[in-house]
């Protein structure tokens, strides 16, 4: 797992181990393995949510949607098995371990163009195993998204291989399991052997993939949220609130379209902040009659613990002005 500072090469498993660890310091914060089956808004400003997971309840005022997106894999022999493991989806989260290795595209025609620019600075031996995508519509489509794109195939030496793909099978595993997954990352060496339903294999030392993706929950979408293209749709100049008042989705779920751990991170981080101040005006606001307590007291208060927390525009955690 890589572009996480201080966790840069780990596994992506010794990294949840780690926040959970360093969560467990924080007397405020109850982590709960489960399934979340309903959200339920009590009424119709969405005051508070009923919220049912493990056949349990729990109330709350906010909620938030830091459910992922899941790769659609293929029903191809050997590509789930090996997945995350020698086949992976990110350049720059993954692929560093096998730079100058022989390296396997796999995806439809349409997504090579744009996959190959990303791989070029891992290795220049590359084909494109497009799995019988490789016909008239789909070359006019892939025409439309990257002009002129077999001249650049050939520039850069990338063959595309056509035939239908009947099994990957691991040959080689790049890892004996002693390795220590707090370490950062060091080369790997894999070796997969690719079947074709007609003709000779090929061997491959890695491959990048570029599958289509889905929300790994449907619990926003059953809860109202709006998606777009995919994604929840979330508003970044209202701390990422959906269309849904009171429900706030982050990370690869949401529709600002970055996938990566950094994102990820700042992202849940401004959704905080933001809901720390949103909740202290909601609390004022309740208190404001009787108590001599003007809203625009109110609300410099609030700026100020915006401005002390969200820290300066430059800095990595930096969650924006107070007005968005």
């Not at 109330?59 to 938030?64: A, F, G, I, L, S």
């Not at 790769?71 to 990110?90: Q, S, Y």
Request: aromatic share 8%; hydrophobic share 35%; net charge negative.
């Amino acid at each position: 797992m890589h572009d996480v500072l201080g966790f840069d090469g780990v596994t992506p498993a010794y990294f949840r181990w780690a926040a959970r660890e360093q969560l467990k310091h924080y007397g405020t914060v109850e982590m709960t393995n489960g399934t979340v089956t309903k959200i339920m808004p009590v009424d119709e400003q969405n005051s508070y949510f009923i919220v049912t997971h493990n056949n349990k309840t729990v109330t709350t005022r906010k909620v938030v949607l830091a459910t992922g997106l899941r790769d659609i894999l293929p029903a191809t022999p050997g590509v789930r098995e090996n997945w995350g493991n020698g086949i992976f989806w990110c350049p720059w989260c993954d692929g560093h371990e096998h730079a100058d290795q022989p390296l396997g595209l796999l995806g439809s025609l349409d997504n090579v163009p744009a996959a190959v620019r990303e791989m070029l600075t891992l290795n220049t031996d590359i084909v494109a195993l497009v799995n019988g995508t490789n016909t008239p519509e789909m070359r006019a489509t892939t025409e439309t998204k990257s002009p002129r794109w077999e001249a650049y195939l050939r520039a850069h030496n990338v063959g595309i291989d056509n035939r239908t793909i009947t099994a990957i099978t691991r040959i080689r595993n790049g890892t004996d399991g002693t390795e220590d997954p707090s370490l950062p990352s060091v080369p790997e060496h894999d070796l997969f052997r690719v079947e074709f339903a007609d003709g000779p294999f090929i061997e491959r030392a890695a491959f990048l993939a570029a599958f289509p993706s889905e929300q790994t929950s449907k619990i926003g979408e059953e809860t109202g949220v709006r998606l777009y293209g995919g994604r929840l749709a979330a508003d970044p100049t209202n701390g990422l609130v959906t269309n849904v008042p009171g429900v706030y989705a982050i990370g690869d779920a949401n529709s600002d379209n970055i996938t990566n751990v950094p994102h990820a991170l700042f992202s849940g981080k401004r959704t905080a902040v933001f809901l720390h101040v949103r909740l202290a005006r909601e609390d004022g606001d309740k208190v404001l009659n009787g108590t001599g307590v003007s809203r625009r007291d109110m609300e410099i208060e609030a700026r100020s613990l915006w401005e002390t927390v969200s820290g300066k525009p430059g800095d990595i955690l930096y969650a924006g002005e107070f007005d968005q």
